[in-house]
């Protein structure tokens, strides 16, 4: 969805959700 980089918060959220999926990725074993 790329509508949220319109919104003033939009990257800032979303590198926080890939900063999440890239951590709870690494406690599970996967490599990217």
């Known amino acids: 969805p790329g ?17 999440f999926i890239r951590s709870e990725y690494r406690k599970r074993g996967y490599e990217e």
């Open 3 to 19: 509508s949220c980089f319109f919104l003033p918060n939009g990257t800032r959220i979303y590198n926080k959700l890939m900063e």
